[in-house]
Structure formats: structure tokens, C-alpha cells
């Protein structure tokens, strides 16, 4: 282990164990004692989006085949903003909240899970030169600065507290960074003169792996091994999770914060690192030829006035990829339920915004619509629907997009997002305050 | 695993396989690429170097000026000074009558003397007063018969470096068993000023020294001086370089043969200057303070000599004015090539390109009438300049450029579209282009067009333009190819050029392509 990890590890350790020793120094001022455990959630979940790649044309490119400028223009008239969004994570995380201390208000929680987190960006010249070519706009500078793709497995252990009566809840969390990469064009343009008769462009990018050279074994499950490439060279952080819920004594409205991985991932040295600058410009030299082609430029094999760095990283600390969201829900009645919300963080290039509304015609069952609009995608609908199976237990099923998971049917030509969550959630028991929304109650029992 | 779950593992990775395997039609799309290969200006900078080209202003012709020294002269020619060796015994003679014990503290030998440098020339009378060196070496050596460590102390009381006498002090080992003792210094001579005018101060070519002989400390043993005890001085001055000189350099006679390019590479064709206006000129700058006569004996321009009525003979250029180092005022003769009588533009109608000149130099030639007081200074050698002065007007006629662009093998798929050449041109001629693409391919496939441009201008500036096309395709483009280039000008009698004029080529690459992924 190394000595990076033992010190999380060691911080994790001593924060949990003052916080044990606080938590039970407390002393109730509340009678009536909680002695039931408080929520808990298993949750699955797959999700993808995108502004600019509808399904249908993904579907044109798995397909195969000559893509016409009729796929391709719509495409392209969809980067809004000039930049085109694609990304998404798979994952699961488990949470829970034990029976407070010793009758008390506050418990121990914690949470688990891992996730796959994937972002890719391009600009829309970008799109262009490689779907269009140049030809169609010689003298504007193609801006390629701001493309880049990344993605990686996080795993993420928590612990901390939860206020049974304000279901206020803070944990510390343990982050892993498996493995994973990162490619981007910090700086870039292409530009060739309106005649024709210059060219100018400048290219510069960093790709990371974080992994180490040379193949590895890795142990799946059943008993098999896999030969990998590579190996892992797993990266630790620590952040700070949890949630602050406001609610209204008087009024149905509620507001809810929540926030995760807030903090520093520890990045070991040894990932391996390109680097690449290149700069061609002609101003009546020419451009094909002994020295310098075009062909060359392509090829990527050309020497002059180029820079290629690779190598090792060395240490450096990253933010890890937190997530931070505010919610709005409001009760007009029991059964009734509004919300708002934005969310950040979590790779996502844009907020992410929410607005939706809930309804529950039986004590069992409670279906849901929202528009959701920004992250990687655009405005598109979510439905979701809540089964309570027991007084305590339940299970959520969330579709964003519905229409997108019909993949090679024309009804989803024209969807450009995705995503699938399953949830099985047990409520807090007894003694626990209500934390609503969703409608979250909690089992009398 | 249980194997329920295996059976439905192994199900879903046949079930994968087999959709992956599934007949996928390559992807493919196409892409319009317009791309600069070439972007070539001629102008007349091109061929004539910026040096000599002076543009013309407000439509005036430019002019193609050539002054340049024809490099007849150099330091070397200025008085030589040949290697020197200079030799003194010193004994110690009939003064001893016994071996006396050298003693100690007090010099047992003091000695002044100067010594002539006697090499310099052989019959030119040269002499030297004062001499400044910029480089050179002096090895001094002493070979003694003395049985003990000797120490001496030995100055140039006549020269000076930095302001100080060199003074030399060192230990010359005793003589033993018949082998004489002998111990060698070297001095550098650089920035070494010499007054070679002696103790009384008239006379030249003189080298002062003085030296004293003493125990040396070193000596363990008393030792013994008799009259048979001699020292030998040696002094060998090599390699000496000449930075200022004054004294006088002899009547001495300087062959000079010397050759200047105008431009080694015609840049037009069949040219017939209009030479109205055109400036020829020899000019000699006589810089040093010494009297020169110079006798031309060769002018040939292109080979073909020049006939000029006071060219060849005798010219005396006065000597130049130095007051303490300073050029106060120097002579100039300058020598109108171009006058009444001489054939010279004739022979330069057809865009000269080398000049050759051949004579001799006469320094000195009424002898010694400064008294020894003539003065050279190697940072200003005597030049003999040549001045050309040729105005942009002539008659052309035949291929002005012929270039080749290389393109290289590309991989443009299903390629359909075009190579465009534009030609721009502000010469004020009409340009015949023609341009072949021959391919690189097994029967060299040739794709030939041309065009004609009307006459541009450059000022005003008016340029005329032509496009050419050349239709491509894949067979055409992939394995590339060299794309020849030429233009052909031709005028109607003297055209007025004011250097401005250029011809600019640009070749653009403009279709479609089908790229396929699979």
C-alpha cells in the first residue's frame, strides 16, 4: 500500500472516530427516543447524452454505409454554442444510515459505490473539417481549442453522520481513481485563406493515460484472470459528501442541497504522458514538397517546427469530480408534489437543470414526469415511477428519454439521450423526521 | 458459477458475436478539401541580389548599381616584415685575469646594446622608425658557459607593450660538462609598439636592449668566472603582422590581377540594354601616406577588352595626410570609363556579367622625398572601386522562368475536382505560361495547358491574371507528380522595368473526397 493511501486512510480513520466520540458525547434533548434505522438505497444506473448526436445518426454510423449531407447538416446545425457535448457514466452506489446512537439524533451513515464517468467534447469547426472538409468556408478560422475526451472508474467508500430530526448528513469520503485517460486540444485552429493561398494552423494536445507500461494480470470474478496491456495505477482522494435539507414549518416547500466528493484526488506519478505541438504556417512557401507536405501534416510524421513530448507524470493533485445540487420541491397536497432543481459538477459541461412534477393516486405507487435540459444534453424528458412494496421498502424505476433505449428504431431518430435507473430504497423507520419530496416518508413502524 | 449461469454467459457472448459479425457496409462520406500547394512570387529579387537592385520610383526605371571594390590591394601588400633573428655574445674578455668567484647581490654584468634589423628588403631602400604590431612572436634565449645558476634580468628598453618596457627575468642553468646552460622565453608581439630610431633618435631599424648578470640565489656553491665565459643572446621574431608603420617603404612595384561578378546568373533572356544613362566608373582611393602610380594594363568585360583612351598608361595618386596617427585627407582618381572614345557599353548591351582588370602599383616611385615619414595604417588599405550604374531598359525576349513544383503521392480517395494555377502578373510585357502536370505514374500521363497574360503594370499598378485549370482525379492525384512551370516574355523593342514587377504563381488543390471507415 502505498504511503498515499495509508495517510487517507489514516484521515478517514481519525475523522470517523472523532466524530463517533462527539456524536455520542451528545445528549438528547429530544424524549422520544429513534430506534429504528434511517434510509438506505441500492441503486443502479446507466445514462448517456448528447446535444448533437442524435440517435439516428449514431444509428447511420453503426450502420455503415455513405452519410449524405441530409444526416450530416442536422448534425451540425445542432451545435449550439459552437461546441458539441457527448458523455454520461454507469454505476451503482449503496447508501444507508444506522439507528442513532443510543437513542440519540445522531447516526452513523455511509455510502459505497462505483461509477464509470465518460465526457467528450468537439467543436463544431472540428465536426466540419472531418464531416465537410475545408472547402466550404476557406477563410475562416476553424477553432479546434476546447475538444478533448476523458474518462474514468472511480470508486468511492464514505462514512459519516445523520441527523435523525434535520436529516442533515455529512460524510467523509475515500476516493479511488482506478484507471482511466485524457485526451484534449488546449490550444488549436486551422485556417486556410478565402483563395486559398495560405495556410495556417497550430495544434497543440496532451493525452494521459493513467496507467502503467507494461501488461498486468487482473483477477475477475469466478476464478478467471485477464491479460491486460497495461497496469493499473490507481489514484487516491478525499472529499466531503452529504446533504442540508431546508424545510418550512408553515409553509409545503422544502429545499434540499446536496453535494458530494468535494475535494482533492492525489495523483501518483507514473501515468504516461504526450504532449504534442505542432505549427505550419505558409506565407508563400510552399506547402507540398521535399520539406513539409500536406500529406505529412496528416500522417503526423512530419519533424519540422513540431514538438512531441512523452513520458512519465509526475505527482499532482486534481479536484475530484464532484457533484453539487440544489432542489426546490413544493406540496400543493399530499399526493402532489413540484420540483425544481439544478445540479453541477460530475464532468458535466453545463448545468444541469430540472423541473418536474409528481403525482401518487394510490399509497403505493407514485408516477412522475420531469424536463431536464443542459449537462452533456439537451432538453429532454425523464419519467420515473415509485413502488412501495412494504411500508419501509420500495423500488424506483427512472427512464430518461424513453425513446432513445428504442436504439435502431426510427421513433428514436431523434433522440439524443438516454439513461436507465434502478433503486431499491428502504425508508427510515420510526422517530426519523420525514425528508419529503419524492414523497420519502417515512414507515411509522 | 453454477451452470444455469454459465449457459446463460456463453449464451449472450454467442448471441454478441453474432450480431457483431453481422455484414456492416463501410462507413464513408465525403469531404471537400480546398488547399494551397504553392504560393511562389517572382520578382526581380529573385535573380538580382537586393544589393545591387535600386528600384525605381514613380515609374522610373530601376537601376542595377555595382560598387564594389575590385580587392587589388591588401595588408599584406603593405611593408612586409620578414622573420628575424638577431644574434649577440657578450664575454667576459681580457678583464679577468684570474677566475674570480661570482659575487653575490651584486651584477657582474651590465650591458646596453642595440641591435639592427638588416632584413627588411633587398634593394628597395625600405627602412622602419616606429612600428605597431597586431601580431607576432619573439622567442628570447640566452645560452651560457657559466658553471652556476644565473639569474638575468633583460630588457627591450625600444619596445613597449601596454605602455611598459617588456623586461624579462629568468634563471639560465649552469654550464655542465662542457654542455652550455641555455633557458628560452617566449614573448607575444601583439599590440607591441616598436621606436626603432635608437639611442640618439635618428636612426632606424634599430632594436635597444639592456641586461644585467648575477648570482643567482639558487646556487648552492660558490662557482667560479673566468675570462672564457661568454653569454649568447638570441632574439627570433616570427610571424610579425603590421597594424601601423612609419619610416619608408621603399620604392617597390605590386602586380594586381582581380576579377568582379556583377551576376553570375543572367536572369533574362536575350537582353538588349538601353544603356542611355548607364554609369561606368574606376575609382582608387590612395590611403596610405606613400606615393602610388598606377599602371592599367587589362580592362575586359566578359572577355572582351575595352578600349578607352586614357585608361591605360600612368596615374599618380598623391599620398595621403597622417598627422599622429590620423587621416587628415587622402587622394582620389577616378577614371570615367564610359567617356568620349570607349567601347564599353557597347560591350556591356548584352547584360554584362564579370569585369577583369590587370596592372601594376608603384609605391614610392620618386623615391624617399618624405624623409622617412611615410605612414601606413592596415585599417585603410588604398581601394580600387569599380562603379556600375545600368537602368532597367531593355528588350527581352525568350523564357524568363522555368520552375518545378514537386507534389508529393497522395491519398485522397475517389478524388474528383481540380489543380487551379492563378498567375498574377505586373510586367509590363506579355507572358506566355505554360504549365505541364506530369504524373507519376507508369506512362507519365501529361496534362499540359497554357495560357497568355496581357501586359500588367506596376505602376500604376494594374496586374494581369490567368487561371488555369488542370481537372484531377484519383489516377491523377494519388501517385502526384511535378507540375512545370514556364514563361515567356517577349517585348518590342526597350521596355522600361521599376523593379517592382513580379509574377506570383499560386497552385490550389480544390475537390472532393470520399473517405470510407470500415
Given at each position: 500500500m502505498k504511503f498515499q493511501t495509508k495517510v487517507s486512510i489514516f484521515i478517514v480513520t481519525l475523522l470517523f472516530t472523532s466524530?463517533?466520540?462527539?456524536?455520542?458525547?451528545?445528549?438528547?434533548?429530544?424524549?422520544?427516543?429513534?430506534?429504528?434505522?434511517?434510509?438506505?438505497?441500492?441503486?443502479?444506473?446507466?445514462?448517456?447524452?448528447?446535444?448533437?448526436?442524435?440517435?439516428?445518426?449514431?444509428?447511420?454510423?453503426?450502420?455503415?454505409?455513405?452519410?449524405?449531407?441530409?444526416?450530416?447538416?442536422?448534425?451540425?446545425?445542432?451545435?449550439?454554442?459552437?461546441m458539441g457535448f457527448f458523455g454520461g457514466s454507469v454505476g451503482w452506489e449503496k447508501k444507508w444510515a444506522a439507528k442513532p446512537f443510543k437513542g440519540g439524533k445522531w447516526a452513523l451513515c455511509g455510502s459505497m459505490g462505483s461509477e464509470i464517468l465518460y465526457d467528450s467534447r468537439w467543436t463544431s469547426d472540428l465536426f466540419e473539417l472531418i464531416f465537410?472538409?475545408?472547402?466550404?468556408?476557406?477563410?475562416?478560422?476553424?477553432?479546434?481549442?476546447?475538444?478533448?475526451?476523458?474518462?474514468?472508474?472511480?470508486?468511492?467508500?464514505?462514512?459519516?453522520?445523520?441527523?435523525?430530526?434535520?436529516?442533515?448528513?455529512?460524510?467523509?469520503?475515500?476516493?479511488?481513481r482506478l484507471t482511466?485517460?485524457?485526451?484534449?486540444?488546449?490550444?488549436?485552429?486551422?485556417?486556410?485563406?478565402?483563395?486559398?493561398?495560405?495556410?495556417?494552423?497550430?495544434?497543440?494536445?496532451?493525452?494521459?493515460?493513467?496507467?502503467?507500461?507494461?501488461?498486468?494480470?487482473?483477477?475477475?470474478?469466478?476464478?478467471?484472470?485477464?491479460?491486460?496491456?497495461?497496469?493499473?495505477?490507481?489514484?487516491?482522494?478525499?472529499?466531503?459528501?452529504?446533504?442540508l435539507p431546508l424545510a418550512s414549518e408553515t409553509l409545503p416547500i422544502r429545499f434540499d442541497i446536496n453535494f458530494s466528493d468535494f475535494g482533492i484526488l492525489f495523483e501518483p506519478q507514473g501515468s504516461s504522458v504526450a504532449w504534442f505541438q505542432e505549427g505550419i504556417a505558409t506565407t508563400g512557401l510552399p506547402v507540398f514538397g521535399d520539406s513539409l507536405t500536406w500529406e505529412s501534416v496528416v500522417e503526423g510524421n512530419i519533424s519540422t517546427d513540431s514538438l512531441l513530448l512523452t513520458g512519465s507524470s509526475v505527482k499532482r493533485m486534481a479536484l475530484l469530480p464532484y457533484r453539487l445540487s440544489a432542489q426546490f420541491i413544493y406540496e400543493p397536497s399530499p399526493d402532489v408534489m413540484l420540483e425544481l432543481g439544478v445540479e453541477t459538477g460530475g464532468w458535466m459541461p453545463e448545468p444541469l437543470y430540472t423541473a418536474g412534477v409528481g403525482w401518487t393516486p394510490f399509497d403505493r405507487l407514485a408516477f412522475g414526469v420531469q424536463a431536464k435540459y443542459g449537462g452533456w444534453g439537451r432538453m429532454r424528458p425523464v419519467v420515473w415511477t415509485q413502488f412501495k412494496y412494504s411500508c419501509r421498502r420500495m423500488l424506483v424505476i427512472e427512464i430518461e428519454d424513453p425513446m432513445g433505449?428504442?436504439?435502431?428504431?426510427?421513433?428514436?431518430?431523434?433522440?439524443?439521450?438516454?439513461?436507465?435507473?434502478?433503486?431499491?430504497?428502504?425508508?427510515?423507520?420510526?422517530?426519523?423526521?420525514?425528508?419529503?419530496?419524492?414523497?420519502?416518508s417515512t414507515c411509522k413502524r | 458459477m453454477s451452470g444455469k449461469i454459465k449457459?446463460?454467459?456463453?449464451?449472450?457472448?454467442?448471441?454478441?458475436?453474432?450480431?457483431?459479425?453481422?455484414?456492416?457496409?463501410?462507413?464513408?462520406?465525403?469531404?471537400e478539401i480546398f488547399l494551397p500547394l504553392v504560393d511562389d512570387n517572382v520578382t526581380w529579387s529573385s535573380f538580382v541580389p537586393d544589393s545591387l537592385l535600386v528600384l525605381g520610383e514613380g515609374g522610373d526605371p530601376a537601376r542595377l548599381v555595382y560598387k564594389g571594390p575590385f580587392e587589388a590591394f591588401n595588408a599584406e601588400d603593405i611593408p612586409v616584415l620578414p622573420d628575424t633573428t638577431?644574434?649577440?655574445?657578450?664575454?667576459?674578455?681580457?678583464?679577468?685575469?684570474?677566475?674570480?668567484?661570482?659575487?653575490?647581490?651584486?651584477?657582474?654584468?651590465?650591458?646596453?646594446?642595440?641591435?639592427?634589423?638588416?632584413?627588411?628588403?633587398?634593394?628597395?631602400?625600405?627602412?622602419?622608425?616606429?612600428?605597431?604590431?597586431?601580431?607576432?612572436?619573439?622567442?628570447?634565449?640566452?645560452?651560457?658557459?657559466?658553471?652556476?645558476?644565473?639569474?638575468?634580468?633583460?630588457?627591450?628598453?625600444?619596445?613597449?607593450?601596454?605602455?611598459?618596457v617588456v623586461e624579462i627575468e629568468f634563471n639560465v642553468p649552469p654550464a655542465v660538462g662542457g654542455v652550455n646552460g641555455v633557458s628560452t622565453v617566449n614573448i607575444d608581439l601583439t599590440g607591441a609598439v616598436f621606436d626603432m630610431t635608437g639611442e640618439d633618435g635618428s636612426s632606424y631599424n634599430s632594436i635597444s636592449s639592456f641586461f644585467t648578470a648575477m648570482n643567482s640565489p639558487l646556487n648552492e656553491d660558490v662557482f667560479f668566472i673566468s675570462n672564457l665565459d661568454s653569454l649568447t643572446v638570441k632574439l627570433e621574431m616570427q610571424d610579425m603582422k603590421i597594424d601601423k608603420a612609419k619610416g619608408y617603404f621603399g620604392d617597390v612595384e605590386l602586380d594586381f590581377g582581380t576579377e568582379v561578378t556583377?551576376?553570375?546568373?543572367?536572369?533574362?533572356?536575350?537582353?538588349?540594354?538601353?544603356?542611355?544613362?548607364?554609369?561606368?566608373?574606376?575609382?582608387?582611393?590612395?590611403?596610405?601616406?606613400?606615393?602610388?602610380?598606377?599602371?592599367?594594363?587589362?580592362?575586359?568585360?566578359?572577355?572582351?577588352?575595352?578600349?578607352?583612351?586614357?585608361?591605360?598608361?600612368?596615374?599618380?595618386?598623391?599620398?595621403?595626410?597622417?598627422?599622429?596617427?590620423?587621416?587628415?585627407?587622402?587622394?582620389?582618381?577616378?577614371?570615367?570609363?564610359?567617356?568620349?572614345?570607349?567601347?564599353?557599353?557597347?560591350?556591356?548591351?548584352?547584360?554584362?556579367?564579370?569585369?577583369?582588370?590587370?596592372g601594376s602599383a608603384q609605391v614610392n616611385p620618386y623615391g624617399d622625398i618624405s624623409f622617412g615619414n611615410d605612414y601606413a595604417d592596415t585599417d585603410y588599405i588604398p581601394e580600387l572601386e569599380l562603379e556600375i550604374e545600368i537602368p532597367f531598359r531593355m528588350g527581352l525576349d525568350g523564357v524568363v522562368l522555368e520552375e518545378v513544383y514537386t507534389l508529393d503521392p497522395l491519398d485522397f480517395p475517389q478524388f474528383d475536382g481540380r489543380l487551379l494555377i492563378d498567375l498574377t502578373s505586373t510586367f509590363p510585357v506579355e507572358v506566355i505560361a505554360d504549365v505541364d502536370y506530369v504524373v507519376n505514374d507508369t506512362i507519365g500521363t501529361v496534362v499540359a495547358v497554357n495560357t497568355q497574360l496581357e501586359a500588367g503594370s506596376s505602376f500604376p499598378e494594374m496586374p494581369a491574371h490567368a487561371l488555369l485549370i488542370i481537372p484531377l482525379n484519383e489516377a491523377v492525384i494519388a501517385p502526384g507528380g511535378n507540375v512545370y512551370v514556364s514563361l515567356t516574355v517577349r517585348t518590342d523593342g526597350a521596355q522600361t522595368f521599376t523593379g517592382?514587377?513580379?509574377?506570383?504563381?499560386?497552385?490550389?488543390?480544390?475537390g472532393t473526397q470520399l473517405i470510407e471507415v470500415e
Open positions: 466524530s463517533i466520540t462527539v456524536a455520542a458525547s451528545l445528549n438528547p434533548s429530544d424524549s422520544s427516543k429513534v430506534k429504528r434505522s434511517g434510509d438506505a438505497s441500492f441503486s443502479v444506473w446507466a445514462n448517456q447524452s448528447g446535444n448533437v448526436l442524435s440517435t439516428g445518426f449514431l444509428s447511420s454510423l453503426a450502420h455503415g454505409g455513405f452519410i449524405g449531407h441530409d444526416i450530416l447538416d442536422p448534425v451540425l446545425e445542432a451545435h449550439e454554442g459552437g465537410y472538409g475545408n472547402g466550404g468556408h476557406t477563410g475562416r478560422v476553424d477553432v479546434l481549442s476546447g475538444t478533448g475526451i476523458r474518462m474514468a472508474e472511480f470508486n468511492r467508500f464514505s462514512l459519516g453522520f445523520e441527523n435523525a430530526k434535520t436529516r442533515q448528513r455529512l460524510e467523509i469520503s475515500l476516493v479511488q482511466g485517460f485524457e485526451w484534449s486540444i488546449p490550444y488549436g485552429y486551422f485556417s486556410v485563406s478565402e483563395n486559398a493561398d495560405s495556410l495556417d494552423t497550430y495544434l497543440q494536445t496532451e493525452a494521459r493515460l493513467h496507467a502503467l507500461d507494461g501488461p498486468s494480470t487482473m483477477n475477475i470474478p469466478f476464478g478467471d484472470s485477464l491479460d491486460l496491456p497495461f497496469g493499473f495505477l490507481p489514484a487516491y482522494g478525499i472529499g466531503i459528501s452529504g446533504s433505449l428504442f436504439i435502431g428504431n426510427e421513433s428514436s431518430d431523434f433522440t439524443y439521450n438516454r439513461g436507465v435507473t434502478f433503486r431499491l430504497e428502504r425508508l427510515a423507520g420510526d422517530g426519523w423526521n420525514a425528508r419529503g419530496g419524492r414523497f420519502k | 449457459i446463460a454467459f456463453v449464451s449472450i457472448l454467442f448471441l454478441t458475436s453474432l450480431y457483431s459479425c453481422k455484414d456492416r457496409e463501410a462507413l464513408s462520406w465525403e469531404s638577431l644574434l649577440n655574445t657578450f664575454s667576459m674578455g681580457n678583464l679577468l685575469t684570474v677566475d674570480i668567484p661570482a659575487p653575490l647581490d651584486i651584477p657582474f654584468m651590465e650591458i646596453t646594446s642595440e641591435m639592427q634589423i638588416t632584413n627588411l628588403s633587398a634593394n628597395s631602400g625600405m627602412y622602419l622608425r616606429e612600428l605597431i604590431l597586431n601580431g607576432g612572436t619573439m622567442e628570447f634565449s640566452v645560452e651560457s658557459t657559466v658553471e652556476g645558476v644565473l639569474h638575468l634580468n633583460y630588457a627591450l628598453t625600444s619596445m613597449t607593450i601596454g605602455g611598459e556583377l551576376i553570375d546568373t543572367v536572369p533574362v533572356p536575350n537582353p538588349i540594354l538601353d544603356l542611355e544613362g548607364a554609369v561606368a566608373k574606376l575609382r582608387v582611393e590612395n590611403t596610405i601616406g606613400a606615393d602610388l602610380r598606377l599602371n592599367f594594363d587589362t580592362l575586359l568585360v566578359d572577355g572582351q577588352s575595352v578600349i578607352h583612351p586614357t585608361l591605360y598608361g600612368a596615374h599618380d595618386i598623391p599620398r595621403a595626410q597622417w598627422i599622429d596617427g590620423n587621416l587628415l585627407d587622402y587622394t582620389t582618381l577616378e577614371i570615367d570609363l564610359g567617356e568620349s572614345g570607349s567601347n564599353i557599353f557597347d560591350l556591356m548591351e548584352n547584360f554584362p556579367e564579370r569585369f577583369r582588370m590587370a517592382y514587377e513580379n509574377i506570383r504563381v499560386q497552385v490550389r488543390i480544390e
